[in-house]
């Protein structure tokens, strides 16, 4: 926090400096200025607090709450300097990882009373992937590998560095990686399922086929390996993609483009 404050010189901050005397106290509140879903206050608290210590901050929607537009989201009361200082900082977080959350939420509803599962991927930010798998979570959605450690997802330029043979991929993966590790297998065509499925792995992505070829994909897979579905998936497509019964979706545009929540802080003078 204190790293983003200081990219902001929040603590050198002149404009506030040269027009607000520093014994002023104010009231203000965080309001949202469309209906979302809220993620980062915690962020958010801290930002203010490194700037005022002695803030008194009342939190009227935690994380993942759906808001409408008009609602307040914090309400504080303290020194105006510190509020007006550590105001862009706060909001960078909160605007940014709340509109990672409604973009998720979206997702998720539209595929309501299906089997599948909206998952995100490591199509992040650098350095804020922690922080956007987080928002994700709060959007109702579900997390993926968070690294190249953590899991193993064998994709068509790995298969095709070693002249496509799936079953040597997945049987040197299970050789190296931590037992337990689930290996994932990319697969582009009903030949590769197979493929994936007699070199028993775990876990089937399959990408950007048509619903047709996605149904078939996911009856051959269905009690043998986890189905994911990924590919030019949209808020119009999504439902025909859940509805092919694959138990996960995964979306890189939930973190590498979703639009930020409009939030304000306003003012309200002591």
């Known amino acids: 926090m204190r790293v983003a404050l200081q990219e902001d010189e929040a603590f050198n901050d002149v404009?506030?400096?040269?027009?607000?005397?520093?014994?002023?106290h104010v009231r203000s509140a965080i309001v949202a200025r469309h209906d979302g879903v809220i993620a980062g206050i915690p962020l958010a608290i801290e930002a203010f607090r490194q700037?005022?210590?002695?803030?008194?901050?009342?939190?009227?929607?935690?994380?993942?709450?759906?808001v409408a537009a008009g609602a307040t989201v914090l309400a504080l009361t303290g020194h105006a300097r510190g509020m007006l200082?550590?105001?862009r900082t706060a909001l960078n977080y909160l605007q940014h990882l709340s509109g990672i959350a409604t973009?998720?939420?979206?997702f998720v509803d539209a595929?309501?009373?299906?089997?599948?599962?909206?998952?995100?991927?490591?199509?992040?930010?650098?350095?804020?992937?922690?922080?956007?798998?987080y928002?994700?979570?709060?959007?109702?959605?579900?997390?993926?590998?968070?690294?190249?450690?953590?899991?193993?997802?064998?994709k068509d330029n790995?298969?095709?560095?070693?002249?496509?043979d799936v079953a040597m991929a997945v049987a040197r993966a299970r050789a190296l990686a931590i037992p337990g590790t689930p290996v994932q297998v990319e697969c582009d065509t009903l030949d590769q399922v197979e493929a994936a499925l007699a070199a028993g792995a775990d876990w089937v992505l399959l990408d950007n086929m048509a619903p047709d070829v996605l149904r078939d994909a996911v009856a051959r897979?269905?009690?043998?390996?986890?189905?994911?579905?990924?590919?030019?998936?949209?808020?119009?497509?999504?439902?025909?993609?859940?509805?092919s019964g694959v138990d996960r979706i995964s979306i890189g545009a939930i973190t590498h483009s979703a639009p930020a929540l409009d939030l304000g802080l306003d003012f309200d003078g002591l």
Not at 15 to 24: G, N
Not at 51 to 66: K, N, Q, W
Not at 116 to 125: G, H, P, S, V
């Open 103 to 106: 973009l998720t939420a979206r």
């Open 51 to 66: 700037l005022d210590p002695s803030v008194t901050i009342r939190v009227e929607a935690e994380d993942g709450t759906r």
């Open 135 to 154: 928002a994700v979570r709060a959007g109702g959605g579900t997390n993926h590998r968070l690294d190249l450690r953590s899991g193993v997802l064998i």
């Open 85 to 87: 200082s550590a105001e």
């Open 158 to 164: 790995h298969l095709a560095a070693i002249g496509g």
């Open 221 to 243: 897979c269905q009690g043998r390996v986890t189905t994911e579905a990924s590919g030019g998936v949209s808020l119009d497509t999504v439902r025909l993609i859940a509805e």
């Open 15 to 24: 404009s506030t400096i040269a027009t607000v005397v520093s014994t002023r």
């Open 111 to 133: 595929i309501a009373g299906t089997r599948a599962r909206i998952l995100d991927t490591r199509k992040t930010t650098p350095g804020w992937r922690t922080l956007e798998k």
